[in-house]
T-cell receptor, first 113, second 112 residues
C-alpha cells in the first residue's frame, strides 16, 4: 500500500477562495482523521470518521470548514471562504481500528494570502 | 482545547546527553501512543502503552505509562543528531475511545 495520500502537497490561494483538500486513506482502514498543525496551536484534531460516518466534528473551527467521506477510500476537507488565518499544514491520518497506530499522510501546506 | 499537556515545550541538548519529555492528561487514558515528527515531515508512530505502570524500550528510547494511567514519559539516552524532531504523545482524550488527540509536543534540538 502506498500509505495515506494527500493532495495537493502545497496550495496557495487568495482570501475568499474555496479550498478543497483531499485524502485517500490506507485500504481497509476504518478510521480517518483530519488535523491542522500551526506553531501557535500545535496539532489540532478537526474531525474524524469511523466507517465513513463523521463521529466528532467539535474541532472544526467554524462553519467555513466542512468535511466529507463519500466512500471508504476518499475524504475531503473544504474551506469556503478561506481566510489568511487558515494558513497551516493540514494532515489526514487513518488507522485500522480503535487503539491502533495512526498513519499520516505527507500533509497539505495551505497558504492563504 | 488540548487536554493532554507535554513539558517541556522545547529542549536543546548537547549530543550524547539524555532527554526526557513528559505527558500529562486530565483524565485516565485507556492507552497512550507516542509519535515523532521530523522537521518538515509528518508524525510517525513510535509505540503504544496500555497497561498501568508499563515500561517499553526501543534501543535508546524508554517509554513509561504511569500507575494511574494519566501520565507518560519518553526518555532518550545519549541523544544523537538523528533524534532531532518533535515528540508527541496521543491518546483517546475527550470521552471517546475512538478519538486520537495529540499533546502539545516537545521539540528536541540536538547540538553536535
Amino acid at each position: 500500500d502506498a500509505g495515506v495520500i494527500q493532495s495537493p502537497r502545497h496550495e496557495v490561494t487568495e482570501m475568499g477562495q474555496e479550498v478543497t483538500l483531499r485524502c485517500k486513506p490506507i485500504s481497509g482502514h476504518d478510521y480517518l482523521f483530519w488535523y491542522r498543525q500551526t506553531m501557535m496551536r500545535g496539532l489540532e484534531l478537526l474531525i474524524y470518521f469511523n466507517n465513513n460516518v463523521p463521529i466528532d466534528d467539535s474541532g472544526m473551527p467554524e462553519d467555513r470548514f466542512s468535511a466529507k467521506m463519500p466512500n471508504a477510500s476518499f475524504s475531503t476537507l473544504k474551506i469556503q471562504p478561506s481566510e489568511p488565518r487558515d494558513s497551516a499544514v493540514y494532515f489526514c491520518a487513518s488507522r485500522g481500528g480503535m487503539n491502533t497506530e495512526a498513519f499520516f499522510g505527507q500533509g497539505t501546506r495551505l497558504t492563504v494570502v | 482545547g488540548q487536554q493532554v499537556m507535554q513539558i517541556p515545550q522545547y529542549q536543546h541538548v548537547q549530543e550524547g546527553e539524555d532527554f526526557t519529555t513528559y505527558c500529562n492528561s486530565s483524565t485516565t487514558l485507556s492507552n497512550i501512543q507516542w509519535y515523532k515528527q521530523r522537521p518538515g515531515g509528518h508524525p510517525v508512530f513510535l509505540i503504544q502503552l496500555v497497561k498501568s505502570g508499563e515500561v517499553k524500550k526501543q534501543k535508546r528510547l524508554t517509554f513509561q505509562f504511569g500507575e494511574a494511567k494519566k501520565n507518560s514519559s519518553l526518555h532518550i539516552t545519549a541523544t544523537q543528531t538523528t533524534d532531532v524532531g518533535t515528540y508527541f504523545c496521543a491518546g483517546p482524550v475527550g470521552g471517546s475511545a475512538r478519538q486520537l488527540t495529540f499533546g502539545s509536543g516537545t521539540q528536541l534540538t540536538v547540538l553536535p
